[in-house]
């Protein structure tokens, strides 16, 4: 284990005072979770705390990961929010000048990085080799929606539980706008 540096221990302890002074969340006394919706976005720092800016604590079930990927642990994620809180909407939201995206399509253009090849093996499966990195982004709102319809589908059959509406989006950093892309 490394040591840390002194400015990033100040770093941790100052956003600790500034968790500690904003006021108590409000949630009921049995602390339970209640989301309306389960939200797949990517982990950047661009990305509100839970993706959808102007929601309240426990209104969102919220999965962040580079690229919004719907691996196996995603999609487990997901099934967990679909049955056992029994959230109605599941979101796959991308967005713009996404990192993990474009370091895939760079790692495929032979612009080798670690980092671009690590993307490249999460998205591989879904980005089609021909698509630029808008058109990329899109559609892997629209590919991780349809990996998600096909796995809830399957586990809300084995469960009886209801299957969530699901929406493809992504965020439009140009204009704050959320697009439904579908």
């Known amino acids: 284990m490394s040591a840390t540096a002194p400015q990033d221990e100040q770093l941790w302890r100052d956003l600790v005072a ?3 002074a904003r006021p108590a969340r409000d949630i009921e006394p049995e602390r339970h979770q209640a989301p309306h919706v ?3 976005t990517c982990s950047d720092a661009r990305i509100a705390d839970n993706g959808l800016r102007g929601t309240a604590d426990n209104e969102v079930f919220s999965i962040r990961v580079a690229g919004a990927i719907p691996n196996d642990e995603v999609l487990a994620s997901l099934a ?3 049955v056992a809180l029994a959230v109605p909407l599941v979101v796959v939201m991308t ?3 996404c990192g993990a995206i474009s370091g895939a399509i760079a790692a495929r253009a032979g612009l ?10 999460g998205v591989e499966q879904y980005l089609p080799p021909e698509l630029s990195e808008d058109d990329a982004i899109e559609h892997m709102a ?3 929606t349809t990996t998600m319809r096909r796995q809830l ?6 469960t009886g539980t209801v299957m969530p ?6 965020i439009d950093h140009d204009t704050d706008e959320i697009l439904t892309v579908e």
């Open 18 to 20: 500034a968790h500690d």
């Open 38 to 40: 389960a939200l797949l």
């Open 80 to 82: 967990f929010a679909v």
């Open 95 to 97: 967005h713009q000048r």
């Open 112 to 121: 080798r990085t670690d980092a671009a090849d690590a993307m490249l093996a």
């Open 142 to 144: 629209r590919s991780g």
């Open 153 to 158: 589908a399957e586990v809300c059959a084995s």
């Open 165 to 170: 509406t699901a929406i493809a989006a992504l």
